[in-house]
C-alpha cells in the first residue's frame, strides 16, 4: 500500500472511531435523561402508596391531581380485567368528593362508538368507578402545567420546623397571598419553596389554575 494510501486509510479509521464515540455518548446522555424524566414510581401526600408511572404525560397528570384542591387521594388498583367489553380498570384511580375516577391518559382522545362508551361506563359503574380521561392539551395547558411543574421542583427539600409553624400559625387565620407571608413572617425564609414543599406533601393548596405562581398566589391551610 503506497504511503499516502495508508494515511488516508489511518485518518478514515480515526474519523469513524471519533464519531461512533460520540454517537454513543449522544444515546447513554438521552437513554439517561429519558430514564430520569419517567421514574417509575410517583408518591405525594395524597398517596398511601406508590403510584407506577408508565410515562411522563402520566406523571404530569398525577402531579397536577396531587395538587388539585377536589382530589382527596390518589390510590392504585392492579384490576381487575374485564373481557365483554374488553378494558382493563387497573391505574391510578383518584378519589373525589364525586367518586372514584379511573384515570387514563392519551396525546389525543380517541373516537368511541355510543354503544361501547355505554359498555365501559356500565362497567366502571359495576365496580364504583368513573372515567377521568385527560388529553395532552388538556394536560399541557397554561398556567396549570408551568405551575405545577415549578410546584414538583421543590418537592424533596427541606422545611425547617421553625419555618412549618410560623405558616401554620399565619394560615391559621385564613388564606394569605404569598408576599403577605413573607411580609408577616420576615426576611430570611424561602417562602416560595417552603409553600411548595407542603403542597406537595399535601399540607396547604395554592391557587395554580388563574395566574403564574408568584407573590399573588393565594395559599390556604
Not at 401526600?45 to 382527596?72: F, M, N, T, W, Y
Not at 400559625?169 to 425564609?189: K, N, V
Request: proline content about 5%.
Amino acid at each position: 500500500m503506497r504511503p499516502d494510501a495508508r494515511w488516508f486509510a489511518s485518518g478514515a479509521a480515526g474519523f469513524f472511531n471519533t464519531l461512533l464515540r460520540i454517537v454513543m455518548m449522544v444515546v447513554r446522555f438521552s437513554t439517561s435523561t429519558h430514564r430520569d424524566a419517567r421514574p417509575s414510581i410517583f408518591r405525594s401526600g395524597k398517596c398511601r402508596v406508590g403510584i407506577p408511572v408508565r410515562d411522563v404525560l402520566e406523571l404530569h397528570a398525577l402531579e397536577q391531581a396531587s395538587l388539585d384542591p377536589s382530589v382527596r387521594e390518589i390510590r392504585y388498583q392492579t384490576g381487575p380485567r374485564v373481557d365483554c367489553p374488553s378494558v382493563s380498570l387497573a391505574g391510578a384511580v383518584l378519589r373525589t368528593q364525586g367518586g372514584a375516577f379511573l384515570l387514563r391518559v392519551h396525546e389525543t382522545r380517541s373516537e368511541v362508538n355510543a354503544e361501547d362508551e355505554a359498555h365501559l361506563k356500565f362497567v366502571l359503574k359495576r365496580h364504583g368507578l368513573q372515567l377521568l380521561e385527560r388529553s395532552a392539551q388538556d394536560i399541557f395547558r397554561e398556567p396549570m402545567f408551568s405551575n405545577v411543574r415549578k410546584v414538583w421542583s421543590y418537592s424533596g427539600q427541606s422545611v425547617s420546623l421553625s419555618e412549618r409553624l410560623r405558616l401554620s400559625m399565619a394560615l391559621e387565620q385564613g388564606p394569605h397571598r404569598i408576599i403577605e407571608l413573607e411580609a408577616r413572617i420576615g426576611p430570611g425564609w424561602d417562602i416560595v419553596a417552603a409553600v411548595c414543599v407542603l403542597a406537595c406533601e399535601n399540607l396547604v393548596q395554592l391557587g395554580l389554575r388563574d395566574a403564574p405562581l408568584g407573590p399573588q398566589t393565594v395559599v390556604k391551610a
